[in-house]
């Protein structure tokens, strides 16, 4: 018999991102988006490096959940890598989505926030469709997408 993958895997877990600030994003996903904390914790050295493959990198997580899904950020303790400014064509840059129903409304309540913008809202009509992206205090793109005459 077969393995098949779809009888395996149930659903997706979370979605997670590395931030060089660990508080600074939570006060963005909690406090400005609404997401709700569900833990915060530490990981050491000995725990991470057999699975994130980084020697020495300590960990500091927190997971929230909301809208459906859970996001996951850690921040490295140690060993932190990179701040560059993360190209939007970067291949392995992804972002997370979240569909909303008052896309207008939600721009404005975040530019009042001081949320950085990633884009101008796009309509596009084909998809019927209209997003924004946006960029988190580490500037991962967040999406938020609301469907015409849903």
Same mark, same amino acid.
């Given at each position: 018999?077969?393995?098949?993958?779809?009888?395996?895997?149930?659903?997706?877990?979370?979605?997670?991102?590395?931030?060089?600030?660990?508080?600074?994003?939570?006060?963005?996903?909690?406090?400005?988006?609404?997401?709700?904390?569900?833990?915060?914790?530490?990981?050491?050295?000995?725990?991470?490096?057999?699975?994130?493959?980084?020697?020495?990198?300590?960990?500091?997580?927190?997971?929230?959940?909301?809208?459906?899904?859970?996001?996951?950020? *850690?921040?490295?303790?140690?060993? @932190?890598? *990179?701040? @560059?400014?993360?190209?939007?064509?970067?291949?392995?840059?992804?972002?997370? *989505?979240?569909?909303?129903?008052?896309?207008?409304?939600?721009?404005?309540?975040?530019?009042?926030?001081?949320?950085?913008? @990633?884009?101008?809202?796009?309509?596009?009509?084909?998809?019927?469709?209209?997003?924004?992206?946006?960029?988190?205090?580490?500037?991962?793109?967040?999406?938020?997408?609301?469907?015409?005459?849903?």
């Amino acid at each position: 018999m077969s393995f098949d993958p779809r009888n395996c895997i149930q659903f997706m877990h979370h979605a997670g991102f590395i931030v060089k600030d660990l508080d600074k994003s939570l006060d963005f996903y909690v406090n400005k988006l609404g997401f709700d904390l569900k833990m915060r914790w530490i990981e050491t050295a000995e725990q991470c490096q057999p699975g994130m493959g980084n020697p020495g990198g300590d960990l500091e997580l927190a997971q929230m959940v909301g809208y459906g899904a859970m996001v996951e950020i *850690s921040q490295y303790l140690h060993c @932190a890598g *990179s701040d @560059a400014p993360i190209e939007p064509n970067r291949i392995g840059v992804g972002h997370v *989505s979240f569909e909303v129903n008052d896309l207008p409304a939600l721009v404005e309540y975040l530019t009042a926030q001081g949320v950085q913008l @990633a884009s101008e809202p796009m309509i596009v009509p084909e998809l019927n469709i209209t997003w924004v992206h946006v960029l988190d205090p580490d500037g991962i793109r967040v999406e938020f997408m609301q469907f015409f005459n849903k």
